[in-house]
T-cell receptor, first 114, second 116 residues
Framework: EAQVTQNPRYLITVTGKKLTVTCSQN?????MSWYRQDPGLGLRQIYY???????DKGDVPEGYKVSRKEKRNFPLILESPSPNQTSLYFC?????????????FGPGTRLTVT | AQKITQTQPGMFVQEKEAVTLDCTYD???????LFWYKQPSSGEMIFLIY??????QNATEGRYSLNFQKARKSANLVISASQLGDSAMYFC?????????????FGGGTRLMVKP
């Protein structure tokens, strides 16, 4: 079964305490990305990756880091979280072949930074 | 200027009827892609349909079709034979440039409510 897993699903943390949200896909997709969703601001892309060791900034990369050491994993790292990073985060995995897209999202991680 | 505009914050449709959700986009790229996503109240994001800028035929996926009008820069989603389970937020998005993994920009969404 095609799957994108994210952990944790819910996290409450304090300002400045480093955290990592993991994302893993089992479809051997080359593209992966991270989004945040905020009320009134919609979905915004944080970082994306076109393959192993290839990452690029999205719309709102400040305060986040990513790495893509293996094809299946794309963790999101908040080195020093701040309250403005309180949000709902989605990881997505994508395959594109010819004219056909295949894309799956993880279940989301709701992060609260106090 | 907004790259993706969804002008309908909310819409109602009667069960079994067709509904069109509007999306207009703004880009100077010749190569781009347009996407629609569904987000039910449970919160997950579901990819529905994709249209490439060079595709001459409108994309279809089951009851979903994308009405692509390039000259008008519109990419409306048409849902045929609405079902109660179609009640959700719907987001239009655009990828600019040729690279399939390029950044996506999303519209603000349309909340669709299907009436029994």
């Amino acid at each position: 079964e095609a799957q994108v897993t994210q952990n944790p699903r819910y996290l409450i943390t304090v300002t400045g305490k480093k955290l990592t949200v993991t994302c893993s896909q089992n479809m051997n997709h080359e593209y992966m990305s991270w989004y945040r969703q905020d009320p009134g601001l919609g979905l915004r892309q944080i970082y994306y990756s076109m393959n192993v060791e290839v990452t690029d900034k999205g719309d709102v990369p400040e305060g986040y880091k990513v790495s893509r050491k293996e094809k299946r994993n794309f963790p999101l790292i908040l080195e020093s979280p701040s309250p403005n990073q309180t949000s709902l985060y989605f990881c997505a995995s994508t395959h594109f072949s010819g004219r056909r897209y295949e894309q799956y999202f993880g279940p989301g991680t709701r992060l609260t930074v106090t | 200027a907004q790259k993706i505009t969804q002008t309908q914050p909310g819409m109602f449709v009667q069960e079994k009827e067709a509904v069109t959700l509007d999306c207009t986009y703004d880009t100077s790229d010749q190569s781009y892609g347009l996407f629609w996503y569904k987000q039910p109240s449970s919160g997950e994001m579901i990819f529905l349909i994709y249209q490439g800028s060079y595709d001459e035929q409108n994309a279809t996926e089951g009851r979903y079709s994308l009405n692509f009008q390039k000259a008008r820069k519109s990419a409306n989603l048409v849902i045929s034979a609405s079902q109660l389970g179609d009640s959700a937020m719907y987001f239009c998005a655009m990828r600019e440039g040729k690279q399939a993994g390029n950044m996506l920009t999303f519209g603000g969404g349309t909340r669709l409510m299907v009436k029994p």
